[in-house]
T-cell receptor, first 111, second 117 residues
Framework: NAGVTQTPKFRVLKTGQSMTLLCAQD?????MYWYRQDPGMGLRLIHY???????AKGEVPDGYNVSRLKKQNFLLGLESAAPSQTSVYFC??????????FGPGTRLTVL | AQSVTQLGSHVSVSEGALVLLRCNYS??????LFWYVQYPNQGLQLLLK??????LVKGINGFEAEFKKSETSFHLTKPSAHMSDAAEYFC???????????????FGKGTHLIIQP
């Protein structure tokens, strides 16, 4: 079991560029989440999904889009990156509203 | 709405001493509470959780936490600190959407635990 994996691990973007972060889980979990972690802020929920084909906004959704076309994958997109989106992004998954399992993170820098 | 407050962004203890990390929460529904640990450049790992039942919960690596409803607290303790315990610790509470379904976790800002030799 790989658990939750994230691709890529690191990325540097220029302002205005776009990119997609990929999250994959092999635990057959229904729920998947995207968080961002900033110094002194803890983790904040960006978007989440309670099942294939469904997504919902979290606490800080602006500037991000998501898709859950397959149960095991949850994609996070940045259409036009801004320096304020420099952060570490974590994906997580869970079975219903039980404990969440986290991926190793993606460190994104926007110049 | 749910929220989590962790008292102390940094806590320093000597090796072998008691570890106490404080967490207070607010929740409009019966809370599910979690403690996660994050080692440098890694993801978060679950230490322990409280959902229902026994209010004293034991986790991995010798940590435990007690749910106190009257104090809205869920403090994390360990009797004897090890150097390997140095990490960032996050308290979290389950959040619920307006429809009543779970929609993620609300995290505290984290406490950096420093272990002095």
């Amino acid at each position: 079991n790989a658990g939750v994996t994230q691709t890529p691990k690191f990325r540097v973007l220029k302002t205005g560029q776009s990119m997609t972060l990929l999250c994959a889980q092999d635990m057959n979990h229904e729920y998947m989440y995207w968080y961002r972690q900033d110094p002194g802020m803890g983790l904040r929920l960006i978007h989440y999904s309670v099942g294939e084909g469904t997504t919902a906004k979290g606490e800080v959704p602006d500037g991000y889009n998501v898709s859950r076309l397959k149960k095991q994958n949850f994609l996070l997109g940045l259409e036009s990156a801004a320096p304020s989106q420099t952060s570490v992004y974590f994906c997580a998954s869970s079975k219903m509203d039980n404990e969440q399992f986290f991926g190793p993170g993606t460190r994104l820098t926007v110049l | 709405a749910q929220s989590v407050t962790q008292l102390g962004s940094h806590v320093s203890v000597s090796e072998g001493a008691l570890v106490l990390l404080r967490c207070n929460y607010s929740s409009s529904v019966p809370p599910y509470l979690f403690w996660y640990v994050q080692y440098p450049n890694q993801g978060l790992q679950l230490l322990l959780k409280y959902t229902t039942g026994a209010t004293l919960v034991k986790g991995i690596n010798g940590f435990e936490a007690e749910f106190k409803k009257s104090e809205t607290s869920f403090h994390l303790t360990k009797p004897s600190a090890h150097m390997s315990d140095a990490a960032e610790y996050f308290c979290a509470v389950r959040t619920l959407s307006s429809g009543g379904g779970a929609d993620g976790l609300t995290f505290g800002k984290g406490t950096h635990l420093i272990i002095q030799p």
